[in-house]
């Protein structure tokens, strides 16, 4: 699992929350393509739809929640400011932290923008 | 001096003229007459004008701190400008333009009445069937007629390339892609001709496949589809030699003209040509000249449409063929 409270930031830690947003991309989509393909059955109609993209939608913007509080700690809560670009270990978790708070807060919002299509769809066409 | 000075004027005012007349006319998306273009319209002047005021706002910020002098800002304000300005407001204009337009598309795609058109994309024309309510199928080519006020439901295909179906003045275009059937409804909100295209490079001739588009009144409709659906009307004895011709030349091994021994179905059907408004899939207008000119020089009108030129038929022969074809109404 990429996320577990790690003490120190790396590329993983950074790739985590664009890598949250690309599964749940993926789940919602093909979950959509499922349910359209084999539409009509009691478990794929649009409503189970509805509720299987919340429920994949939740966790994975509380898992983004989570990176960012992790990534808000190797900034060192903006107790520097930016731009963290000393080749010394601080500012390189400084820096990776801080870049990862900000893909925290894209990968958010592009979760949700992914799933808004699941409040208005009324048909698969 | 004075003239120069007018002269000047106008010339300057040119390109803006031309850009203008995009705005109206038989194919703009901007001078709605469907359902789905009018809100698609909206949508467009809404955006334009937020666009401009944002456009005014970012300018004049920057106008204002390029002359600013004095004390800096302090890091602080400046990285809440950045935050607010540059990412939170317009992630929520974003939100608010993406959930106003996914609200839109359950609307528009909303099933369309009992009528339904199948378009088949050709290089290059169109192959038009109307599947009325409870009716046999009524083949047509290159020239829609449709109720106003009804909403029409088109299956779009294809069999050679992708094409894709427009007429910007009703709504959206659909691509129509092989192997695939696409639908798309469209609801006219008044009368009136308007012209279609196709949207999607096909081909040499892409840009020589458009369609005509004529919006009437239901009754008119009605009638329409009754005179559409019945076979050609019989051979005036003066254009005789033109439908013998017609046949002698293999011209029915492609072409139908229901109600003669033409029964081709590999290029359009023209039993009722005489009532569309353009020859060549919307490149040329009906008249005799430019039938005949099609039938003998369609490699250099159409390039790379399947229909070979038939130049080396004597003129009187094409002629009388061309003048046929005028009494198909």
Redesign the interface.
Known sequence: MLIHNRRHANLWTLLAPPAIWAIHFLLCYVAAAIACAKGGGPWVDLTTLRWVILGITIPALGLILVAGQQARRHWGFGTD?PPHDQATDEDRQHFLGYATLLLC?LSF?SV??VA??A?????C? | MEQRTVTGRAMRAMPLAGLLTGCGGVQSALDPAGFEAEQVARLFWAMLIASGVIWVLVLGLASYAARRRGQPWS?QGASRLIVWAG?VVP?LL??VL??YG??L??EL??PGGPLRVHVEGEQFWWRVRYHPPGGAPVESANALVLPVGQRVEFSLSTRDVIHSFWVPALGGKMDMIPGRTN?LVLEPTRTGEFRGACAELCGASHALMAFTVRVVEPAEFEAWLAREAAPAAAVEPAAQAGEAAFLANGCGACHSVRGTAARGDIGPDLTHLASRPTIGAGILENSAENRAAFIARVDQIKPSARMPAYGTLPETEIAAIAAWLGTLR
């Open positions: 400011d807060a919002v949700i923008f808004m299509p409040i208005t769809i009324a048909d066409r | 890091q990412a992630t974003l939100a993406l959930f996914l609200r598309m359950p795609r909303a639908r």
